[in-house]
């Protein structure tokens, strides 16, 4: 697919963190509308690295999957880990260095060791380092945040070109992360440093919601605003279905979530009447699909009371169908929004 398209539709992207989306093969993955899928330099990184998925030939060659891939910097997950106990680590001037519980190795991220890993994990769209943070910011730390995150984009740009010849010689965009927590005047700010350096997307870091679950509206806007329309502009970790409508509204084309296959797991599934729990006891007996409306293979031929009682015995199958439907759902949304 061209990714220029990535620039003008929407998309929904789920979230395949090591190279799978849990229970799907690529398969069952395209055949639920998906298009893009969103994978983690951080996970891949630490397994089986970035060495090992280059030389078998790429994280695309390995899932047999032809549609688009993108990878985030890591950024998130370094900072949002990096505080745990388990996660010993810390982040400097140059990016963090950090301990993986998993095997104890030490690992080094830079700006520039970033984008060489995402070019080795073969993606097709690649995201700059930024200095993501805690929710709670006080202005002081946004600030910083700010300034470090545009230092970092610019780092990623010039090796990116240097090293690699940019967009011309690898066919690969290059996208970046605008920081400034709950403050719109320095999302703006670091927005504008950022459209001057000059990228294919301008992502949404940071979290997306606030305290109470309320998407963060006027800190999205200040950067849309600012940020040019013939770009990616993803919201990054959003989210539920009425969130991704008015993210949508505001601007943004691209959307990922955990939660969608997260709650298809745990039996959560959602429809053109709203959630549906798989596993409360009104299921039991319940012969209609999940969804009447839906044409996916779990709607198609399995009654709700069916998906229950697997998931009541933990049937592997049962995980597999709620993924398969809920991701089908999300993309239905988004192919209403580009019709
Ligand atoms: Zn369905």
Redesign the pocket.
């Known amino acids: 697919m061209n990714l220029e398209t990535l620039k003008q539709k929407y998309f929904f992207m789920p979230d395949a963190t090591r190279g799978a989306v849990r229970y799907l093969t690529t398969k069952q993955l395209k055949e639920t509308g998906t298009e893009a899928i969103v994978t983690n330099t951080l996970h891949l990184l630490i397994h089986p690295g970035p060495d090992v998925i280059q030389e078998l030939g790429g994280i695309k060659k390995m899932m047999g999957w032809d549609g688009i891939v993108f990878t985030d910097s890591g950024g998130f997950q370094v900072f949002s880990l990096i505080h745990s106990k388990k996660w010993k680590g810390k982040v400097h001037e140059n990016g963090a260095t950090f301990k993986s519980p998993r095997e104890g190795n030490v690992y080094e991220l830079t700006p520039e060791s970033s984008i060489d890993i995402q070019i080795k994990i073969g993606s097709d769209v690649l995201v700059c380092l930024d200095d993501c943070r805690k929710t709670d910011l006080n202005r002081y730390e946004a600030e910083q945040s700010v300034e470090r995150t545009i230092k970092w984009a610019k780092r990623c740009k010039d090796h990116f070109e240097k090293e690699y010849g940019g967009t011309a010689k690898t066919g690969k965009l290059l996208t970046c992360v605008v920081q400034g927590a709950n403050f719109p005047d320095l999302r703006e700010k670091c927005a504008k440093a950022l459209v001057e350096i000059g990228f294919d997307g301008y992502n949404f870091g940071g979290f997306v919601v606030d305290s109470e679950g309320r998407l963060v509206e006027d800190e999205m806007s200040a950067v849309i605003e600012n940020v040019p329309k013939d770009t990616i502009r993803y919201a990054m970790g959003v989210g539920k279905p009425e969130d991704i409508l008015k993210a949508a509204k505001i601007g943004f084309n691209l959307f990922d979530t955990v939660l969608v296959t997260r709650n298809a797991r745990h039996g959560t599934l959602y429809t053109s009447e709203g959630e549906l729990r798989m596993g409360n006891s009104e299921m039991a007996l319940d012969k209609r699909?999940?969804?009447s409306n839906?044409?996916?293979e779990?709607?198609s031929n399995y009654t709700r009371a069916y998906i229950h009682h697997m998931m009541k015995n933990g049937e592997a199958t049962a995980l597999t169908l709620a993924t398969?439907?809920n991701l089908?759902?999300y993309q239905s949304l988004i192919s209403k929004l580009n019709s």
Request: include cysteine.
């Open positions: 699909p999940v969804d839906c044409n996916c779990c709607c398969i439907h089908t759902h």
